[in-house]
């Protein structure tokens, strides 16, 4: 490089023989059904075949454009978890939306529930029951005599 003024030289710069090749960027080739495919598998080897299938079917009708990144986002959150509760997993997956963010937040709040003593079998209200709370409002609207 020269100093346009002067035409003093300011700085060499050696020419190597095999820099400035193209390479072929082949990161758009990737098989994005196969890594799809990959993370449905590990969810079907942890979970069983039948709950691993539902929850994956169930995350692509939540958020089917994020669908790969609510797959890995969710393996990430069932990895991480020591003891997994199939029985759990699956009330969840019968709810009308599940993430991979609420996963981690149930699976943290049934860890916490545990370490304080609660069951959450114990938890819930035996069937045909109504909750303590909503007792007394069921009486409402009936004639007492």
Known sequence: MHNLESGEEIA?????????RTRCNENHYRYHRQREADLEQAFARRLGEPLGRQLCTYLRTTMPRHYKNQLAGTKR???AEPELDRALI?????????????????LEATRQARARGRDPADAAPAAGSMPSDLTP?????????
């Open 12 to 20: 060499t710069h050696e020419l190597h023989l095999g820099k400035g």
């Open 77 to 79: 959150v069932l990895e």
């Open 90 to 106: 699956t009330g969840w997956v019968m709810r009308e939306r599940l993430t991979a963010g609420m996963l981690k937040e149930r």
């Open 137 to 145: 409002s069921a009486r409402l609207g009936r004639s007492s005599g």
